[in-house]
């Protein structure tokens, strides 16, 4: 009877070597035939051999999460999407009580609940409840991995859609990390500005999330010119140069005195020949702009004696646009800025400026700052600017 009994455990001892020898090859096996079938467009069979795949190797959260990313993708192509998210759902369930310290699994948990909440059909206390479990999954993934970068940008990132149901306490958090993943990396400030200007139509969160940064703030400029968000120009370029001075005291004040050096050489120039032409360079400092074609950004003087009083200075100019923006100028008197517009005409117009003066030789600028060059449609649109004679009018 031992004998019988010790032969019994020692089969049942085999058996399991060989299925924990075998399954995980056969459940590898199922696995990457259900991803050859997904990419022959074979979806049906694909998921069934993921569905076997984590069925075999339950315990196995590669093949779960696996699973559940076919799932999340599938959702993308359906009309329907709420039985795949709610699948999906289920299997990353199941592999974040496997692993609780994987945030990417708490991400991917999060961002299905997320895309459930915002369906048509998740209205009142199922949205907000919805919301709330997306947002401690989010909250999950970033304590589990507090400095990683590519989690910080996942959840801000993805968190943004959601910004009208959160609260103070959870739009700061999304606010910090949107800030710290911008610090790491400033130039996906081409992602995260349209999204958060999307869905909150905030500048100050915009001001908030490129604080501390003379980069980020000068990607915020960009933004705030290539999107016609001109009334805060002014407030941006402020911020650029403030953040400019602060990163490096020294060289703003050289730029400074340079500045005043170059309005000095001009009004010395002036006095001479009263620059009878427009003269300037591009902003890369060496490219010259004759007769007032501004074919990238920079800036162009003029030399004009000003009447005592108040005057309007009347500038011609015209213009091509570029994806239906126009070039954008701010004229300067003397260093001070007097008006800004769009020039959106491809015919001469004139352009009036209103300034009070103690008259005398002044001279004038037009900086062009929003050029761009691109390929719509398979036509390449060139914006410029072009900047024609100057007319003094008393008042």
Not at 46 to 55: H, Q, R, V
Not at 109 to 125: D, E, V, W
Not at 145 to 152: A, L, Q, T, V
Request: aromatic letters at 12%; hydrophobic letters at 40%.
């Amino acid at each position: 009877m031992r004998r019988i009994l010790s032969s019994i455990v020692l089969i049942l001892i085999f058996i399991a070597v060989e299925a924990a020898v075998i399954l995980p090859i056969i459940a590898n096996a199922e696995f990457s035939e259900a991803a050859r079938l997904e990419e022959a467009y074979r979806w049906k069979k694909a998921g069934e051999k993921y569905a076997l795949a984590a069925k075999i190797s339950p315990f196995d959260t590669e093949y779960l999460i696996g699973y559940g990313d076919y799932l999340f993708r599938q959702s993308l192509y359906r009309k329907h999407r709420a039985p795949w998210l709610e699948k999906a759902m289920t299997i990353y369930e199941r592999a974040t009580k496997l692993n609780q310290r994987c945030p990417e699994y708490w991400y991917k948990l999060g961002n299905t609940i997320r895309q459930m909440a915002l369906l048509p059909q998740y209205m009142g206390s199922s949205r907000s409840d919805n919301i709330q479990l997306a947002m401690k999954c989010f909250k999950n993934a970033l304590l589990n991995d507090p400095n990683g970068f590519n989690i910080s940008y996942s959840v801000s990132y993805a968190a943004l859609s959601l910004w009208e149901y959160l609260d103070s306490e959870e739009r700061q958090l999304i606010a910090d990390r949107l800030k710290y993943v911008l610090k790491l990396r400033p130039w996906y400030s081409n992602y995260i500005f349209p999204e958060v200007w999307e869905y909150t139509s905030d500048f100050s969160l915009l001001e908030r999330i490129s604080a501390g940064s003379l980069a980020v703030n000068k990607y915020l400029l960009y933004f705030v010119l290539n999107n016609n968000l001109l009334e805060f120009y002014s407030r941006q370029k402020k911020n650029v140069d403030f953040y400019r001075q602060r990163q490096d005291k020294f060289k703003f004040e050289l730029e400074k005195k340079e500045k005043e050096k170059l309005l000095s050489s001009l009004h010395s120039l002036a006095v001479k020949d009263e620059l009878e032409n427009w003269q300037g360079k591009a902003n890369d400092g060496e490219t010259p702009i004759i007769d007032g074609g501004m074919f990238w950004n920079g800036t162009i003087n003029l030399g004009i004696k000003m009447p005592k009083g108040k005057a309007k200075i009347k500038i011609n100019a015209k213009g091509t646009p570029s994806g239906r923006i126009w070039p954008y100028m701010v004229v300067e008197l003397d260093g001070k800025e007097i008006g800004a517009t769009y020039v959106s005409a491809n015919e001469w117009k004139e352009y009036d400026f209103k300034v009070e003066t103690d008259g005398g030789l002044k001279i004038l600028s037009v900086m062009y700052v929003n050029d761009r060059c691109i390929e719509l449609d398979g036509n390449r649109e060139d914006r410029n600017l072009y900047v024609g004679d100057v007319r003094i009018d008393k008042e």
